[in-house]
Every structure is written in C-alpha cells, then in structure tokens.
C-alpha cells in the first residue's frame, strides 16, 4: 500500500544561492583573459558576515502595532525636532514635515524594519546633521520628502548587496546588483570592522543619505528640478556607490569620504 504523501514533511527549501556564492565561480572568461583576469575567493569569515546581516537585521519584519515601533518613530521625531518633542508617535499631518507621505508613519515602512532602524540610527547617532537635513529637505529650496528617501537608500544598499531574503526590486529603475569586486569588498569590511557587519551598513546608510541631499541640492541650484526628477540624484547615489566599491576599504571611517560632498 502506497504512503500518503500528505503525511510525509515537506522537503526543506533549497539554500538560496546569494551573490557572494559565485564570487569563486571559474568562467570561461576568466579562463580565456587568464593572467589578465582576477578569480575573487570570499572567506568563511565574509560569508560568515554577511550571513550575520541577513539573519539578524535586513529582513526582520515590521510590526506597526508594537512598542518597539512606537519608540523607534518618537526618537526619530524629538530628535528632528527638539523643540517640538512628542509624548507618542500618534497619527496626525506633522509627520509630513519629516518626509512621510502620510499621516501615519507606519503606512510608508514598506519593506520590512531595517529602513526605519536606520533611519533612528541616523537620528540618534548623529543628531545635529539629521536635524540639518530636515530642515533644509524641508525649505522651499530643496523641498524633498527625507524620510521616504531615506527608506529609499536603505533598500537600494540592501537589493544592491543581495541582503534580501525574498524577492524585490531595487528603488533605482534598472539598477545591477553588486560585481565581484564590490561584493568582496564590502563583505571584506564587514568581517573587518571592530563593531560588527551592521555598522557597516549602517555607516554606509549615513554616507547615501549625506550624499543624496547634496545632490539633490546641487540638481535644484543647477535646473530648478521638480521632485520627478528625485529618481534622477537617486541614481547619482547609486553610481556613486558602486564606483566607492570597487576598491578594497580597510576602516569604516573611509565611508565617510563618499558622504563628503565634492569640492
């Protein structure tokens, strides 16, 4: 008598094949270039990094109704606005002034809690220059939405160094996922860096951010661009990062020189 198969476990899923896992893949490219090519290994160490992202923090689920939410979304306020300290992230048309598209905040998280993580990292970390980014994001000069940007350069890294566990789409039209040599080096410092593969991620986060409102500024003092044209600095951004990339980085400090702004 045949075993009903709906009593048997269902096979496990196979492993996601990431990014870094063809980083060794020998191809007949590499062969025919030979000495000209360079075949790119990635340790356990790196893999191991990378793995660390993925499982603990890019794709841990966003929970509009908990505690922790609440918290995040308040920190983020009293510290864009000091003067203006809330007592509970309630709904309501002030959160337009911090760049959400609505009146509830939690609408606009869309892709899972990191994004709002950074941002309440950005915030906490370096509050002075997220108050200077409201602010001017906020003046009829620049006037862009900063919080959905923001959310907008989170996901971007995120898609861009394959942190994803599901399926999803880059925020910058026709955007490639990371070379070898940009994927190597990014994991390289992730195992590297004293405070974990996070405050890579995070530094970078920062970094995009400073480099987008810059941007995004130049763009407005250059051709008086509307905010349809905001897909165009995100673009800028995401060239820039790639280019950052392709050489090996030894210090998180070096993110700081792509937040920089051109002299």
């Not at 869309?110 to 220059?129: V, W």
């Not at 939405?145 to 910058?172: G, K, Q, R």
């Amino acid at each position: 008598m045949p075993l009903d198969q709906s009593l048997l476990p269902a096979p496990p899923n196979p492993r996601k094949r990431h990014l870094e896992d063809t980083l060794s893949d020998w191809v007949w490219r590499d062969w025919a270039l030979c000495c000209l090519s360079r075949r790119y290994k990635i340790s356990a160490e790196e893999k191991s990094a990378l793995e660390d992202l993925r499982a603990r923090h890019c794709n841990m689920p966003f929970n509009a109704s908990s505690p922790e939410t609440n918290w995040t979304l308040l920190a983020i306020w009293n510290s864009a606005f000091p003067e203006d300290p809330m007592e509970a992230a309630d709904n309501g048309r002030r959160w337009r002034l911090l760049g959400f598209q609505s009146d509830n905040p939690r609408t606009d998280v869309r892709a899972g809690r990191f994004a709002l993580d950074q941002l309440h990292y950005l915030a906490s970390t370096y509050p002075e220059r997220f108050r200077t980014l409201r602010k001017q994001a906020g003046e009829k000069e620049l006037d862009y939405p900063l919080a959905i940007s923001c959310f907008n350069l989170s996901h971007m890294a995120v898609v861009y160094f394959d942190l994803c566990e599901s399926e999803t789409v880059s925020p910058v039209a026709g955007a490639s996922q990371a070379g070898r040599a940009q994927m190597q080096n990014f994991a390289r410092l992730c195992a590297r860096s004293p405070h974990g593969p996070r405050a890579v991620l995070d530094e970078l986060f920062c970094a995009l951010t400073s480099l987008f409102h810059d941007t995004w500024k130049n763009m407005r003092v250059g051709t008086n661009c509307t905010l349809m044209e905001l897909p165009k600095a995100l673009r800028v951004v995401f060239d820039a990062n790639h280019a950052f990339w392709s050489e090996p980085r030894d210090q998180v400090a070096e993110l700081q020189r792509l937040g920089a702004p051109a002299h």
